[in-house]
T-cell receptor, first 114, second 116 residues
Framework: ETGVTQTPRHLVMGMTNKKSLKCEQH?????MYWYKQSAKKPLELMFV???????ENNSVPSRFSPECPNSSHLFLHLHTLQPEDSALYLC?????????????FGPGTRLTVL | AQTVTQSQPEMSVQEAETVTLSCTYD???????LFWYKQPPSRQMILVIR??????QNATENRFSVNFQKAAKSFSLKISDSQLGDAAMYFC?????????????FGKGITLSVRP
């Protein structure tokens, strides 16, 4: 596989479920990101990991818990979500502090919370 | 804080024609990066073009070019010879140069349709 991959592509969960989203980058990058994309709203940055350390958390509720075990993998653990959390969750990666530090995106996970 | 505004929610273009997508931004910084991303329906967001603010020359990538007006804080995308595959949502984004913050600030996006 090339680029940035995300699994699952679609997820439907109840408010009491626990699930995880997975992201893997095959680009040799050292930074990874989680974004939330809701209809009619700009993409919202949720978390940034650089060299496997979380460097940014944009006031995301604790029901979202990220994990970055190594520079190629990023998880988003979900528990007791709300219906308003339904959105497309995008993962991205980049090589920080090199040139324009362009971010490359995965295809996203379409999450529906019932 | 930086903001990015895409005031046109939708646009339409005839195949083979040229279309320009508008984007303005607000910042107090003198150096930064600007991007246009394309997100086709149910498909991956991909980078279309990027511009470094310190460069006066407008970036071009094949049929895609930008009109970067730094003083006006405007960064429009021109698509020449539009193709059906150009139909997508287009996002304008801003990134600061300073520090280790790689945060991208996105506009709301514009949906481009291409008429055959």
């Amino acid at each position: 596989e090339t680029g940035v991959t995300q699994t699952p592509r679609h997820l439907v969960m109840g408010m009491t479920n626990k699930k995880s989203l997975k992201c893997e980058q095959h680009l040799g990058h050292n930074a990874m990101y989680w974004y939330k994309q809701s209809a009619k709203k700009p993409l919202e940055l949720m978390f940034v990991y650089s060299l496997e350390e979380r460097v940014e958390n944009n006031s995301v509720p604790s029901r979202f818990s990220p994990e970055c075990p190594n520079s190629s993998h990023l998880f988003l653990h979900l528990h007791t979500l709300q219906p308003e959390d339904s959105a497309l969750y995008l993962c991205a990666s980049s090589q920080r502090q090199v040139g324009t530090d362009t971010q490359y995106f995965g295809p996203g996970t379409r999450l529906t919370v019932l | 804080a930086q903001t990015v505004t895409q005031s046109q929610p939708e646009m339409s273009v005839q195949e083979a024609e040229t279309v320009t997508l508008s984007c303005t931004y607000d910042t107090s910084e003198s150096d930064y990066y600007l991007f246009w991303y394309k997100q086709p329906p149910s498909r991956q967001m991909i980078l279309v073009i990027r511009q470094e603010a310190y460069k006066q020359q407008n970036a071009t990538e094949n049929r895609f070019s930008v009109n970067f007006q730094k003083a006006a804080k405007s960064f429009s995308l021109k698509i020449s010879d539009s193709q059906l595959g150009d139909a997508a949502m287009y996002f304008c984004a801003y990134r600061s140069v300073n520090g280790a913050n790689s945060k991208l600030t996105f506009g709301k996006g514009i949906t481009l349709s291409v008429r055959p």
